[in-house]
């Protein structure tokens, strides 16, 4: 099993970064998807035979999944002041460690990153075992998405 890390060196180091960075770093993953499209496009319909458009498909949703997540995901993981009883509260998200993804192979770059955003974003590191028939994939992952 091989380890695939896709946030940022900030993220990777292990440093803790805030929401605000983590964000900022998957904003430079979708600029890094839309910049290498067609290269990652043509890998994904080459490895699995899928149609090149439906491969493109993958890639632009995928840049938009971690646009949408670095918009709105700050909010979904801002502290929030509550009342319990009588009793002021606080609701806070901290990282719960490593989480392990084992993907299938129909869609290799969406299926990890549908995962790996949230995850990532959270603060948590993401473990993840690839199809062993999309291994290229795995590779422009580590390439592209550091």
Known sequence: MRRLVLRSR???????ASVAQRADALRQVGSVLR??????????????GKPIAQ???????SANLCDWYAEHG??????EATQVEENKAVIEYRPLGAILAIMPWNFPLWQVLRGAVPILLAGNSYLLKHAPNVMGQRGADRRYLR
């Not at 900030?10 to 803790?16: E, K, L, T």
């Not at 910049?35 to 080459?46: D, H, N, V």
């Not at 491969?55 to 949703?61: F, S, Y």
């Open 35 to 48: 910049s290498r499209a067609e290269e990652m496009a043509q890998m994904i319909s080459l490895e699995m």
């Open 74 to 79: 700050p909010a979904m993981l801002a502290t």
């Open 55 to 61: 491969a493109r498909g993958e890639v632009t949703k």
């Open 10 to 16: 900030a993220i990777v180091s292990g440093a803790p």
